[in-house]
């Protein structure tokens, strides 16, 4: 009770409601984003160029197509419409509950080794996200699709919450494997681009440097607290600083620009992995990562905490 696991259900104080969102604020502005994608996806053009890149007989030796026909005897991809984004964005006009993703012991983790000073020592730190919808961050109103709580509860008042009916009524929200963590310190290298590799590395020579961070991060994806991200697109922090301000990340102007210099104050807690065992894909293979302002941890407002996600 109150370890730090991946997947599963939470342990709550028993008084604390499972987390629910609010109806998205801009829920429709993302309905007709879907519907734009549906009709993109949908047109004929791209249902010719599905069904060519589906004749699988151009994909697969003779001798590995029968096999591959046999596995796949369920899948109507004939049909392989994208009509569900556009059902799926009208969710977002209704409260729903929150998956649960993740809790950490941050006892556990400063036993394990240190961490940013202005990070608790004390409690738990327990994410839940919005795993119908899934939204990437990119978004001001994307906040509304996650929830950190920092929890000081004693771990003999503690319970083993139930996902309310209405987060298992779809397979996609149903939840998650529980995977129990063994904590590991870790040293890690700063992602190309960023303010600590143009300052410390960059310098160096830049193949052999390249060949160095290759070696360090090849299995890294993983599930980490602290530290650097294993960053798979853009510069998360300045992506936090704009939207944090209400900046749409395409409308880059001179007041946007101020603003990166905040990009520095936004520190990773935590970076969550697709997971086999766990049953977690985000994406095509990506991560989730939880990014908060400086100012806002030290003042305990994990509330403002803002997930990221990315893939490839």
Not at 171 to 176: E, L
Request: net charge negative; charged share 25%.
């Amino acid at each position: 009770m109150g370890a730090t696991k991946i997947g599963g259900t939470p342990d709550l104080p028993a008084t604390m409601p499972w987390p629910w969102r609010p109806p998205y604020p801009d829920h429709e502005r993302r309905v007709e984003a879907a519907q734009a994608g549906a009709d993109l996806f949908n047109s004929q053009d791209m249902a010719a160029v599905r069904a060519e890149t589906l004749d699988f007989r151009k994909l697969f030796p003779p001798d590995e197509l029968e096999p591959f026909a046999a596995e796949s005897t369920e899948v109507d991809y004939g049909s392989s419409h994208f009509d569900f984004l556009v059902e799926n964005a009208r969710r977002t006009r209704e409260p729903a509950p929150l998956g649960f993703i993740a809790q950490v012991n941050l006892a556990d983790v400063w036993f394990t080794g240190p961490v940013d000073p202005d990070i608790p020592r004390e409690g738990r730190l327990l994410l839940f996200y919005d795993t119908g919808h899934r939204p990437a961050g990119d978004r001001p109103a994307d906040i509304t699709g996650a929830r950190l709580i920092h929890d000081l509860t004693p771990v003999g008042s503690l319970k083993r919450a139930s996902p309310p009916a209405e987060l298992l009524a779809h397979k996609q929200t149903a939840g998650f494997r529980p995977q129990r963590c063994v904590l590991h310190a870790g040293m890690w290298p700063p992602y190309f681009g960023s303010p600590e590799w143009n300052a410390e590395i960059k310098a160096k020579p830049e193949r052999t440097v390249q060949a160095w961070w290759y070696e360090v991060t090849r299995d890294g994806h993983d599930h980490r607290f602290g530290g650097h991200p294993l960053k798979i697109q853009g510069d998360m922090r300045i992506e936090c600083a704009l939207v944090t301000k209400g900046f749409d990340l395409n409308a880059w102007d001179e007041a946007a620009e101020r603003l990166k210099s905040d990009a520095a104050n936004w520190l990773l807690l935590m970076q969550i992995a697709s997971d086999d065992r766990a049953g977690m894909m985000w994406g095509d293979v990506g991560n989730l990562y939880v990014w908060i302002h400086r100012d806002a941890l030290r003042a305990r407002r994990f509330e403002e905490a803002r997930v990221i996600m990315q893939c490839y």
